[in-house]
């Protein structure tokens, strides 16, 4: 499983793809600790009061985890997991 990284995630983190190492039946909750003990800088940036930021969209496979079971949501081991922070352009 990994994550792909965008915009100013990617520069914090150093890197545009991270692989992580989750146990079976692992949760979103589960991927994103994976993520923040690699990179913690990263939840400075994503998280704020222990949730993430209403700025900061998450993708499961390019769909969005939290129509359904948001951080419980389960994980398959294949799964491409990614974070955007807010983005503008012109």
């Known amino acids: 499983m990994h994550w792909k990284l965008f915009a100013?995630?990617?520069e914090?983190?150093?890197e545009r793809e991270v692989p992580i190492a989750v146990e079976?039946?692992?949760?979103l909750d589960d991927a994103l600790a994976a993520?923040?003990?690699r990179h913690p800088a990263?939840?400075?940036e994503m998280i704020e009061g222990?949730?993430?930021?209403?700025?900061?969209?998450?993708?499961r496979n390019g769909d969005d985890p939290f129509a359904d079971a948001?951080?419980?949501?389960?994980?398959?081991?294949?799964?491409e997991l990614a974070a955007f922070p807010p983005v503008s352009g012109g």
């Open 70 to 79: 948001g951080l419980d949501t389960e994980l398959d081991e294949d799964d």
């Open 50 to 59: 222990g949730a993430v930021c209403d700025h900061i969209n998450l993708l």
């Open 35 to 37: 993520l923040f003990e």
């Open 42 to 44: 990263l939840e400075d």
């Open 24 to 27: 079976p039946n692992a949760t």
């Open 8 to 10: 100013t995630l990617a």
């Open 12 to 14: 914090t983190a150093g």
